[in-house]
């Protein structure tokens, strides 16, 4: 009697909280809660990136231990059950019900509610069998199987704007794109429930503690879902009959600066990561840095015009040839002599002219490249564009000291120095919207848990040119579609006015470092007088047909700057095209 009472008074009295503890473990289990990713939508509130109900299979290996299952093969056969319905190696799951040392074990991400739902109906099955069993000789080996309600990112467009919004990875965390970029607040913040089990199941009579999830907040995006399709399908429609490498149409506001579209070609679709190509990932038209050509151009031009070296009309000689440093520059075709307008030099798409232009910029050389690099730098050049996105590169551009021989004459017509095809757009819509740069954006806000939209901050602004600057080069980049001398002729838009220039640009290689091949573009805006889209459109090594900007880019700007004028109902100005003298001779003559 005494040693039996010295036994309970040791136990319930000296070594009562750590008995306590013990049972605590065996019969108390945590799990965590995960929160509700946030919606991505257009700016009309259709959903871009959803989710839709979705369970994680998970495990508790103490459950599957020889003393718990009384059964020495417990993981090996709850493992050949189970690696149909997951897809998953048995010997793999094995492993993870085995392991040693922890409650909790993750064994298949996101699997259908109809998956789950099969899993349970085998684990009631098996725990019935075992109740009835003579003397308990049958355990339920998938005792210790649980889910977890999780959120299955779905985006229901499949390729729309997929390089936009990127991708979930298997963690369930942003992979690339608008959900990396933003995964902080598109994933809001997990919680955790606490509750008693006996056999694998939940004590419906035992209290439960349970930490709420906090939902993550819903996103909305700049892109007009409409003018994204079309842009998307006009560039991936003009990447196949080019055979080219790849291509990409960006659609902005000119006057808020938000991005319409921003489409790229190959594309991949986020809903099957594992289907698609590793290359086609990303954004290329942000993380791609290329030779801008003759669209660079339009700099130049602001340059020589801001600093009052020439007006529109101003002769420039412009020979076959022009002999600058180690080398006689050309133009795309043999000509003679041509006597050109500055307009004409832009309007003709002259490299020869842009480079006696910018001459003009400086009493030497060397001053006339700083002046031209201010610009450069001023029109977001060599800058992150301001979006933030994962990957973006800020393109290249080296200071003036460093200018090769040749780059203070090729960089003028847009030949070494690079950009991403978000900077060259926004170029134009600082042209466009009277001179005044605004930063590119994507956001236009964000509603929290609490229900409350948030707009995004506003944009930065900063002045480039002068609007009377601004308001000549939008003359003159009419002259490049509606003159018939202009390169740009197959942009017109009947009954609007369209201010555009073509680039076609020897392409650096990015396997090889090296020339290879073309880059064509085009960039512009509508209706010149009172802008209010800009379109731009570049194909990287268009191999099949035509490789001039104006062939390849000019029918997409066109069939992209159309449909977006009609989706948002901008009417024509009714104002006369403006008209500028392509040719000195011709000038003097009127």
């Known amino acids: 009697m005494l040693a039996f009472t010295a036994r309970l008074l040791q136990v319930q009295a000296v070594d009562a909280s750590a008995y306590a503890d013990k049972a605590a473990v065996n019969r108390y289990i945590t799990v965590p809660l995960a929160a509700e990713r946030g919606t991505i939508t257009a700016r009309d509130g259709s959903a871009l990136a959803t989710t839709v109900d979705a369970y994680d299979i998970t495990a508790d290996p103490y459950l599957f231990t020889p003393e718990q299952t009384k059964t020495k093969d417990a993981p090996e056969r709850a493992a050949k059950i189970l690696a149909p319905l997951l897809h998953k190696e ?76 990127g991708f979930v990875n298997a963690e369930g965390k942003g992979g690339a794109g608008v959900e990396a970029m933003l995964d902080g607040k598109l994933a809001g913040d997990p919680g955790k429930v606490t509750y008693a089990q006996s056999g694998g199941r939940q004590v419906p009579t035992a209290g439960v503690r349970e930490q709420a999830p906090r939902p993550g907040s819903d996103i909305e995006l700049t892109l007009d879902r409409e003018i994204q399709w079309a842009a998307q399908e006009a560039i991936r429609d003009q990447v196949a009959d080019s055979h080219a490498d790849s291509g990409y149409v960006i659609v902005q506001d000119t006057r808020t600066g938000q991005l319409l579209a921003m489409a790229s070609a190959p594309g991949f679709d986020p809903n099957d990561i594992g289907g698609a190509r590793v290359d086609s990932f990303g954004n290329p038209a942000l993380q791609d840095a290329y030779e801008p050509g003759s669209t660079s151009k ?3 031009m602001a340059a020589v015009l801001e600093e009052g070296k020439a007006t529109p009309r101003t002769a420039v000689t ?14 795309d075709v043999d000509h003679p002599t041509w006597h050109l307008t500055l307009n004409g030099v832009l309007a003709k798409s002259s490299n020869i002219g842009t480079i006696l232009a910018t001459e003009q910029l400086g009493r030497t050389q060397r001053q006339a490249n700083k002046v031209l690099y201010h610009y450069l730098r001023a029109f977001g050049i060599g800058r992150p564009s301001g979006l933030g996105f994962p990957g973006e590169t800020d393109g290249l551009l080296e200071k003036p000291g460093k200018w ?29 919207n009277g001179g005044v740069r605004t930063e590119p954006s994507l956001v236009r ?41 202009g390169t740009g002729t197959t942009a017109k838009i009947p009954g609007y006015r369209v201010a555009g220039k073509t680039g076609t640009a020897n392409r650096v290689d990015p396997r090889t470092g090296r020339y290879h091949g073309y880059t064509a573009s085009f960039a512009g805006f509508a209706p010149a007088d009172q802008p209010r889209i800009t379109v731009y459109c570049a194909v990287q090594n268009p191999k099949k047909g035509s490789y001039f900007g104006s062939d390849v880019c000019g029918p997409v700007y066109k069939k992209v700057m159309k449909f977006s004028l009609k989706s948002l109902q901008i009417p024509p100005t009714g104002a006369k095209p403006a008209r500028l003298p392509v040719s000195a001779e011709k000038d003097r003559n009127d």
């Open 298 to 300: 339009v700099m130049s």
């Open 445 to 485: 806000g964000a509603t929290g848990p609490d229900g409350r939209f948030r707009p995004a901050e506003e944009p930065g602004k900063r002045r480039v040119v002068s609007e009377k600057t601004a308001r000549t080069l939008a003359r003159m980049l009419e002259s490049v579609v509606s003159d018939m001398e």
């Open 90 to 165: 048995p010997a793999e799951l094995a492993r993870k019900l085995s392991r040693p040392g922890t409650r909790y074990v993750l064994l298949a991400r996101q699997q259908t509610p109809r998956t789950w739902r099969t899993i349970k109906k085998l684990k009631q099955r098996l725990a019935e069998r075992a109740a009835g069993s003579s003397g308990g000789t049958r355990s339920n080996v998938l005792a210790g199987i649980y889910q977890e309600k999780h959120a299955k990112r779905v985006y229901p467009n499949r390729e729309l704007a997929a390089g936009v919004l």
């Open 318 to 331: 412009v020979p076959n040839r022009l002999k600058r440093a180690d080398r006689a520059f050309a133009d």
């Open 404 to 432: 090769s021989a040749s780059q203070q004459y090729t960089i003028p017509f847009g030949q070494g120095l690079s950009l991403n095809a978000v900077q060259a757009a926004s170029i134009y819509s600082t042209i466009a």
